[in-house]
C-alpha cells in the first residue's frame, strides 16, 4: 500500500514536466517565430559595410552644398556673429538627436533605420507616412542639381550634358555592391576631410593677415556687422534673420542621421553605430564650426557679392573670398571640393531611398519586388526606381536653376525636420516602453548620455522649425506661392499619407506594453558582437578616417 502513492507522485511529477517542457518549446518556437518576423528581410541584404564606410558615408553627406554654396545667403541674413550663432545652436540640437538615434539603433538596428523604428515604436501608420516622405525626399534630386550649378564655373556647355554623365556614373556606382560603394565614398571622404582641412587653414591665414595684399583682419567684421535685422526693425528683426538663418541652416546638418541607415548592411552594426555616431559628430561639429568661424572672419555679411548670388559656383562666399585675395586656383581648387560634395550627397541620396523602398517593402508598405537583390545583396528594383526620378535635376539646366535649387532646398529641409522629430518621437516611444515593462536604460546596449531628456527637447525645437520655416510667407507683402508649397508641402503630404493608411489599415498607436522589446533584447543575446580591438602602434593614425 505504500508503493502505490509513491509511484503516482512520481507519474504525475513526469507529466508535468512533459508538459513544462512542451510548453518551453512551444514559447521558444514563438519567440523564433517572432524574432524571424523581426529581421527576415535583413538576411537578404550583404553586410558589406564596416565602421569606417558608415563614418565616411555620414561625413560625405553632411559637407554639401548647404554650406558650400547657401552659406552666404545665410551670412548676408543674419550678420557675422549670427551666421555663427546659427550653426553652433544647430549643431548642438543636432548632436543631442544624435545620441538619441544612436540609442534607439543600437537596440533596433533595422535597415531604413527611424522608417521601421517609428512603426515599432509608435504607429504602422506613422511609419508608412515616414517611409515615403524620406523616399519622396531622396528621389528630389537637389544635390544632383547642384552639381550642374557647379560645372558652370568651369564649363559653358548646356547644364543638361554634365547632369547625364553625373547620372550615369551614380547609377553604375549603385548597380554592383554595398562594399563597392562604401569604399568609392570613403576615398571622396578622406579627400574631401583634407580639403576642408585646408580651408580651415586658409581662412586663418587670411584673417591674421597672411595675405600680401590684405591687412589682419581679426575680428574686425564680426564688430561691425554682428547681427542684422530683416523682416521688421530692431532687436525683434534681428532675431527674425536669425531665426530664418537658424531654418535653413538645418539642411547643411541634413545628413548626419545617415548612421543607422545601413544596419542590415553593415558589420557588428551596434557597435559600429555607436562608435561611429560619435565620432562623426564630433568631427562634424568641430569642423563645420571651424570652417563657419573661418568665413565669417574673412567675408563681411555687407559684401556685395553675396547680397546678389550669381546662382552657380561663382557665389559660393568661399570662392568669392579667395578671390579678394587674389590666390589664383584656389578657387578651382574649392570649386571641386564642392563638386565632389555634391556628387557624393546626389549617390547617397540614391542609396537612402532603395534602402528606405526595401524598409517599407519589408513590412508589406511597398511592393515586394522592392526585396528582391542580387547575387551581392544589393536592392536593385529600389535603385531602378530611384534613378528613374534623376532626371527632374534637368530642371536646374534652365535660367531659372538657382531657384529651382533653392526649391529643392527648401523642400529637402522640411523632409530633414520630419525624420528628426521621429526621431525624438520613436525615443520617447522606447522609454515609455522600457519603463512599462520593467526596464530600464540600463539594458540597452548603449546607453547615450542625456539621450533620454534630449529626445523632449528636440521634439519641441525641431516642431518650431518645421512650422515656422515659412513664416515670412504670413507677413505684410510677403507671401510668395512657390516658397509657401515648399516650405509645407511636406507637413500635409504626410497627414494624407497617415491618415490613408490609418483608415486603410485601422492601425491603433501602439502602447508601451504592447511594444515588442523582448524579440529586440534576445536579437542582442544571440547575435553578440565582439568589443573593438584596442589601437596600437601606427594603428592610431586609423582616427583620421575611422
Known amino acids: 500500500m505504500s508503493v502505490q502513492p509513491e509511484v503516482s507522485l512520481h507519474t504525475q511529477y513526469d507529466k508535468e514536466k512533459k508538459q513544462n517542457t512542451a510548453i ?47 552659406s552666404g545667403s545665410t551670412l548676408y541674413l543674419t550678420g557675422n556673429v549670427g551666421m555663427f550663432l546659427s550653426y553652433f545652436i544647430v549643431g548642438i540640437l543636432v548632436g543631442l538627436n544624435q545620441l538619441a538615434n544612436i540609442e534607439i539603433s543600437c537596440l533596433a538596428p533595422f535597415t531604413g533605420a527611424i522608417v521601421r523604428q517609428s512603426e515599432h515604436f509608435i504607429d504602422e501608420s506613422y511609419g508608412f507616412a515616414l517611409g515615403w516622405i524620406q523616399v519622396y525626399s531622396n528621389v528630389i534630386p537637389v544635390e544632383l542639381a547642384a552639381t550642374a550649378v557647379v560645372m558652370q564655373y568651369w564649363s559653358d ?18 548597380s554592383y555592391s554595398i562594399g563597392f560603394y562604401g569604399e568609392v565614398e570613403f576615398v571622396f571622404g578622406v579627400l574631401k576631410l583634407l ?23 581679426g575680428f574686425r567684421y564680426w564688430k561691425e556687422t554682428p547681427f542684422k535685422a530683416k523682416y521688421l526693425v530692431g532687436s525683434l528683426g534681428k532675431f527674425l534673420a536669425w531665426w530664418k538663418a537658424a531654418n535653413s541652416t538645418i539642411y547643411a546638418f541634413g545628413g ?29 561639429f568641430s569642423l563645420y564650426m571651424l570652417t563657419v568661424f573661418g568665413l565669417t572672419l574673412i567675408l563681411s555679411s555687407e559684401d556685395a557679392a553675396i547680397a546678389s548670388p550669381t546662382g552657380d559656383a561663382t557665389g559660393s562666399p568661399f570662392v568669392i573670398a579667395i578671390k579678394r585675395v587674389g590666390v589664383k ?85 522640411a523632409n530633414i525636420l520630419v525624420g528628426w522629430i521621429s526621431i525624438s518621437l520613436a525615443h520617447i516611444g522606447m522609454q515609455r516602453a522600457l519603463r512599462a515593462q520593467g526596464f530600464s536604460r540600463d539594458d540597452l546596449p548603449y546607453k547615450m548620455p542625456f539621450a533620454h531628456v534630449g529626445a523632449y527637447i528636440l521634439l ?38 497617415f491618415v490613408a493608411w490609418k483608415l486603410f489599415k485601422r492601425t491603433n498607436i501602439i502602447s508601451p506594453q504592447d511594444v515588442d522589446l523582448k ?3 534576445r536579437q542582442i543575446e544571440e547575435t553578440p558582437e565582439l568589443p573593438a580591438q584596442p589601437l596600437t602602434g601606427w594603428k592610431w593614425l586609423t582616427l583620421l578616417w575611422s
Open 460 to 497: 519641441l525645437f525641431f516642431t518650431l522649425f518645421l512650422f515656422t520655416s515659412g513664416f515670412p510667407n504670413f507677413m505684410k507683402g510677403g507671401f510668395v506661392i512657390s516658397s509657401f508649397f515648399s516650405c509645407y508641402f511636406t507637413i500635409a503630404f504626410f497627414v494624407i499619407l
Open 157 to 174: 556647355l548646356n547644364p543638361a550634358v554634365w547632369l547625364t554623365v553625373f547620372m550615369v556614373i551614380i547609377v553604375a556606382f549603385n
Open 519 to 521: 524579440s529586440l533584447f
Open 24 to 70: 518551453e518549446v512551444v514559447e521558444s518556437l514563438l519567440s523564433s517565430l517572432e524574432d524571424e518576423a523581426l529581421f527576415k528581410e535583413e538576411s537578404r541584404l550583404s553586410r558589406g559595410l564596416k565602421q569606417r564606410h558608415i563614418q565616411m558615408l555620414t561625413l560625405v553627406g553632411v559637407f554639401g552644398t548647404g554650406l558650400f554654396l547657401s
Open 256 to 284: 548626419i542621421s545617415v548612421i543607422s541607415l545601413f544596419g542590415g548592411e553593415t558589420q557588428n552594426p551596434r557597435r559600429a553605430i555607436c562608435t561611429a555616431g560619435k565620432r562623426v559628430f564630433y568631427r562634424v
Open 329 to 413: 586656383g584656389l578657387p578651382s581648387v574649392v570649386n571641386a571640393l564642392v563638386l565632389s560634395s555634391a556628387f557624393s550627397a546626389a549617390n547617397l541620396a540614391l542609396v537612402q531611398s532603395s534602402r528606405n523602398l526595401f524598409a517599407l517593402a519589408s513590412k508589406g508598405q511597398a511592393p515586394k519586388i522592392f526585396l528582391k537583390t542580387n547575387k551581392k545583396g544589393l536592392p536593385y528594383y529600389g535603385v531602378i526606381i530611384s534613378g528613374i526620378f534623376m532626371p527632374l535635376s534637368y530642371m536646374s539646366a534652365s535660367s531659372g536653376s538657382a531657384e529651382v535649387f533653392s526649391w529643392f532646398q527648401s523642400i529637402t529641409s
Open 195 to 217: 580639403l576642408i582641412t585646408g580651408l580651415i587653414l586658409f581662412c586663418a591665414i587670411v584673417d591674421l593677415g597672411g595675405a600680401h595684399n590684405i591687412d589682419r583682419i
